[in-house]
């Protein structure tokens, strides 16, 4: 496990909310899947594709078992009733060498604030500081708002083969100079 395992960063959204960015620890399940469960169904469906409540061992397993080398993942905490709460959750899994794959998810009473756009950024340094050269995502096509936090982030449309998803795509290849 690599030293992304203690990552932590603290920041402000939009309207001065306190957030912390850290890194998904083992014993975040339960805040985990109380986050999924104040989420919403077209939420979810955004994230998973599907409708998606319930959650398989293996699944749950993939979810929180992170190694922090080929699969990263991120939650976004503020303070609910006095204790802090995981809101939002991002993640890097690599496809490839030096590629990988991103997916997000904020509780829909949070969305809108800034919370995708903070993991994006946060997961965008890792990935480039740990070699990656290219990042992307698979969006449903509908979902206007994540595709405009992926354009902010300067992910461009790439060729996807299913019509109801849109690609996109990050390089984080150094420029080369002239």
Not at 23 to 45: F, H, K, Q, V, Y
Request: proline share 4%.
């Amino acid at each position: 496990m690599s030293d992304i395992a203690n990552y932590s960063a603290r920041a402000a959204l939009r309207d001065g909310t306190p957030i912390e960015i850290r890194a998904l620890r083992p014993n975040d399940e339960a805040d985990m899947l109380a986050a999924i469960e104040r989420t919403g169904p077209d939420s979810l469906r955004t994230r998973f594709f599907v409708m998606k409540r319930h959650f398989s061992e293996k699944e749950r397993a993939f979810f929180i078992d992170v190694d922090f080398s080929n699969h990263v993942a991120l939650a976004a905490l503020v303070e609910e009733q006095g204790h802090p709460a995981i809101v939002g959750g991002g993640r890097y899994v690599v496809t490839d060498p030096g590629r990988a794959e991103m997916a997000f998810v904020v509780v829909d009473a949070w969305q809108g604030r800034g919370i995708g756009s903070l993991l994006l950024r946060h997961l965008i340094d890792i990935a480039r500081e740990h070699g990656m050269r290219e990042l992307t995502a698979e969006v449903l096509s509908g979902n206007a708002s994540m595709r405009r936090v992926f354009a902010r982030a300067d992910f461009r449309m790439a060729r996807s083969d299913d019509p109801a998803t849109v690609r996109l795509v990050l390089d984080l290849a150094p420029a080369r100079s002239a």
